[in-house]
């Protein structure tokens, strides 16, 4: 066990939806990631806060957003779901947002968009 | 940019087989970090090693061992006398000191191990 969590496990939704994926860090850790998982694209690094601001970004869509809160848990916004969005998003938490840190995944949540 | 290669889809082995998956990198980064993950069929991404670009020492781990040369940069993973729990989707990945900690994971390799 990481000591990420991430809620729910599964999802299974309609094109045009809505839904919020959410993440609990590890006890400690100021840094949050989130990775999409999917066939065609494998592992991509969407988007990272640290303490609550938006650190870095990478390939994120513009119909999804992120944010994290004060008690430093994160939330994945994902709307207007299309077929291509069904994928593995992960939560990985670092202590800090810089070098020589790992990071710790959690067991992601399973999209599947119908 | 940076990149990772996992030239390897796919490794099928016997039980007890020695293996190794390859990965090599490029980044115009002079200090950067690299890792290995494992992501059994469970789904769940696994830490296995991180190692820092001015560390080339290899490392061993009971059954694994890593071997990074960045004169070839290359970190590749050798598991000893493989087990049918090994079997699993090993990843590869790529750490910068710019934006933040993000990694760039190379495609994977799965390992099969038959008994």
């Known amino acids: 066990d990481s000591g990420v969590t991430q809620t729910p496990k599964h999802l299974i939704t309609a094109t045009g939806q809505r839904v919020t994926l959410r993440c609990s860090p590890r006890s400690g850790d100021l840094s949050v990631y989130w990775y999409q998982q999917s066939l065609d694209q494998g592992l991509q690094f969407l988007i990272q806060y640290y303490n609550g601001e938006e650190r870095a970004k990478g390939n994120i869509l513009e119909r999804f957003s992120a944010q994290q809160f004060p008690d430093l848990h994160s939330e994945l916004n994902l709307s207007s779901l299309e077929l291509g969005d069904s994928a593995l998003y992960f939560c990985?938490?670092?202590?800090?947002?810089?070098?020589?840190?790992?990071?710790?995944f959690g067991q992601g949540t399973r999209l599947t968009v119908v | 940019a940076q990149k990772v290669t996992q030239a390897q889809t796919e490794i099928s082995v016997v039980e007890k087989e020695d293996v190794t998956l390859d990965c090599v990198y490029e980044?115009?980064?002079?200090?950067?970090?690299l890792f290995w993950y494992k992501q059994p069929p469970s789904g769940e991404l696994v830490f296995l090693i991180r190692r820092n670009s001015f560390d080339e020492q290899n490392e061993i781990s009971g059954r694994y061992s890593w071997n990074f040369q960045k004169s070839t940069s290359s970190f590749n993973f050798t598991i000893t006398a493989s087990q049918v729990v090994d079997s699993a989707v090993y990843f590869c990945a790529l750490g910068s000191n710019n934006a933040g900690n993000m990694l760039t994971f190379g495609g994977g390799t799965r390992l099969m191990v038959k008994p």
């Open positions: 990985a938490s670092s202590v800090t947002a810089g070098r020589n840190t790992e990071a710790f």
């Open positions: 980044t115009r980064d002079t200090t950067y970090y």
